[in-house]
């Protein structure tokens, strides 16, 4: 099968769709598919084969963020080039659009991929004010695809809630071979590096910005430092608009010697520093799947979380870690009954069996299927069609 997936931000951007695709790819490739990527052009990107670049009209030099120019003539060009059985889009504008003009005009079964809870994010480009009307604009998106992809039971369950008529299937971002094979000299060496003379590391992988509810977190922190005392570490890897901000509150709690801005990591590498850490921590609401909690997991690292969505589909309590309610109390409280219960080893074990449900091949079998599937409902669809016009012509 030949496969046209479509993005508007890819590697070497950092973040969970291009992750989500990169992985997807990867393991449709290794199953003898031909998956071509289409992603905007980035002046630090290399050369890859199955990768189709095409311009963008604005990238932000502070985090990367881009606007892609989705009517880039070189991506219908190289589209016709191809005899592409299926298309896989990501987001449902700009690179969206586009997904569905060459569906309609090519006869290509399209498919696509709820990642985000788009309404969490329009204060990024100054459209908070549309966020009611988000769900109409998502219904009129998903009409014309054949099926829709929820990466968790939970997400499946919003989007029929607003009213999606298309098929909804669950296909959640899978993890390569390597996640389950941290280094163990790196992690040991990023330990000491990290954590220095405290007794415990925490770690958190995550875009510095407003919607991953880090004040929360930190705030949090200074709770569990008034409890037991000063003997942990929290590093925040990754980087963002806010990190000047956070960096101002992380002083006015005076946790200047607890928490460590460790900057980004390549993605490669964050296996290595959950496997570093006691625990991974995580208060974001606005996720739609957890990516970097099934890595954590991956690498035997529990996770303490903050219950929402994207959390409450992975997380067990007592099995791989623990949820809690959106409190900053509560939130300290747990990850102190956990360190003085002693359970950090067997959410350890818990952790790694749940992450075994996630390895790329079988995710990549599943999302095979539901491309034949979704090709199917497009026969049916145009057969549906050509009846219709055919009685049409009789009745005339």
């Keep these: 099968m030949k496969i046209a997936m479509m993005t508007n931000n890819y590697k070497p951007f950092i973040g969970g769709v291009p992750i989500s695709v990169e992985r997807l790819a ?18 630090e990107q290399e050369a890859e084969e199955d990768v189709v ?10 985090d990367g963020f881009s606007v892609p120019n989705s009517l880039d003539p070189e991506i219908e060009r190289r589209f016709k080039e191809e005899d592409f059985d299926l298309i896989h889009v990501h987001q449902p504008m700009m690179i969206g659009d586009t997904a569905r003009y060459l569906s309609w005009k090519y006869h290509v079964p399209l498919v696509f991929t709820y990642h985000t809870r788009y309404e969490q994010y329009l204060h990024y480009v100054g459209l908070s004010a549309f966020k009611g009307a988000m769900p109409f604009y998502l219904r009129r998106c998903m009409k014309s695809c054949d099926m829709v992809f929820a ?12 009213g999606i008529k298309s098929r909804v299937r669950v296909l959640p971002t899978g993890l390569l071979k390597g996640s389950y094979l941290p280094d163990e000299e790196k992690a040991k060496l990023l330990r000491r590096e990290l954590a220095g003379e405290k007794k415990y590391l925490f770690c958190v ?60 990591a390549p993605n490669q590498e964050i296996k290595n520093y959950c496997r570093a850490s006691d625990a991974f921590l995580f208060t974001s609401l606005s996720e739609t ?17 903050v219950k929402a969505t994207g959390v409450r589909d992975v997380v067990v309590n007592g099995k791989n870690g623990y949820m809690t309610e959106v409190s900053e109390t509560e939130f300290a409280e747990k990850i102190m009954d956990v360190l003085e219960k002693k359970e950090l080893e067997i959410l350890s074990r818990g952790a790694r069996k749940t992450a075994e449900e996630y390895r790329g091949s079988e995710i990549a079998k599943r999302a095979l299927a539901a491309y034949a599937e979704a090709i199917l409902v497009r026969r049916m669809k145009e057969g549906q069609k050509r009846g219709r016009r055919n009685r049409d012509v009789v009745y005339l």
């Design 53 to 62: 670049r095409f311009g963008v009209l604005f990238r932000r030099k502070s």
């Design 26 to 43: 990867a393991g449709l490739r290794e199953m003898g598919h031909q998956a071509v990527v289409f992603a905007p052009y980035y002046e």
């Design 151 to 162: 990466p968790t039971p939970l997400m499946k369950n919003y989007l029929e809630e607003v």
């Design 205 to 264: 992988v995550a875009r510095l910005a407003k919607e991953k509810n880090l004040e929360f977190l930190l705030r949090s922190m200074k709770i569990l430092k008034e409890r037991r005392g000063g003997d942990f570490r929290l590093a925040l890897i990754g980087e963002g608009p806010e990190e000047r901000e956070l960096k101002k509150l992380v002083k006015k709690l005076g946790l200047g010697d607890e928490i460590l801005f460790a900057g980004k």
């Design 289 to 305: 799947q957890g990516i970097v909690l099934l890595e954590s997991m991956a690498a035997g690292t529990p996770v303490i979380a």
